[in-house]
């Protein structure tokens, strides 16, 4: 079935640091969500890209959809306390696109 | 626009207790969706309504939990009985037919099975 692995499962880094994650699909994909859940909290939608090679910034966040589209990469650079929680990629499932179909997470600490 | 509500935020039952939860959309979303998530787990999803009509509920374990839009806007998920694996937080989240298929989540109920 489809599937979307992410890695790494965890990271810590000091405050200031540079922080990636990525997620890898076994099929072509057409678009790819990135979602943020703080420690207690619910996923907030943080970005979708949708075309090849694409690459979106928001502040200090970098996200990558790869050029064959089966691939993605989100980056913090100097990371802050307030980036602690877990990311998480969704992708469309191939048959329902309205379903998404979720990575594991990458959580991620920072030490101040 | 109001996000997401849901309600109770917080539940504590003991196993083979019944419990419903309450869940209302963004106004106007056509789709709705039920997750639950297992501490240091993603979210997992029970199902999906169109409006009224259920478009998934394959991973819905049907002998004890039911869910229901009756008129295409808010919706209830209920347990009955509750077993203690049933302990996660039960996300409800919506999205716009007019979006590009993002959703937008409430804060969960934090249901504990004891």
């Known amino acids: 079935g489809q599937q979307v692995m992410q890695i790494p499962q965890y990271q810590h880094v000091q405050e200031g640091e540079d922080f990636t994650t990525y997620c890898n699909s076994s099929t072509t994909l057409s678009n790819i969500q990135w979602y943020k859940q703080r420690p207690g909290g619910h996923p907030v939608f943080l970005i979708q890209l949708v075309k090849s090679g694409e690459v979106k910034k928001q502040k200090r966040l970098t996200f990558q959809f790869g050029e064959a589209k089966k691939n993605s990469s989100l980056h913090i650079t100097a990371t802050q306390t307030t980036d602690v929680g877990t990311y998480f990629c969704a992708v469309p499932n191939a048959g329902n696109n309205r379903k998404l179909i979720w990575g594991l997470g990458t959580s991620l600490a920072v030490n101040p | 626009e109001a996000g997401v509500a849901q309600s109770p935020r917080y539940k504590i039952i003991e196993k083979r207790q019944s419990v419903a939860f309450w869940c209302n959309p963004i106004s106007g979303h056509a789709t709705l969706y039920w997750y639950q998530q297992i501490l240091g787990q993603g979210p997992k999803l029970l199902i999906q309504f169109q409006n009224n009509g259920v478009v998934d509920d394959s991973q819905l374990p049907k002998d004890r939990f039911s869910a229901e839009r009756l008129k295409g806007v808010d919706s209830t998920l209920k347990i009955q009985p509750a077993k203690l694996e049933d302990s996660a937080v039960y996300l409800c989240?919506?999205?716009?037919?007019?979006?590009?298929?993002?959703?937008?989540f409430g804060p969960g109920t934090r249901l504990t099975v004891t």
């Open positions: 989240a919506s999205s716009s037919p007019a979006g590009t298929g993002e959703q937008y």
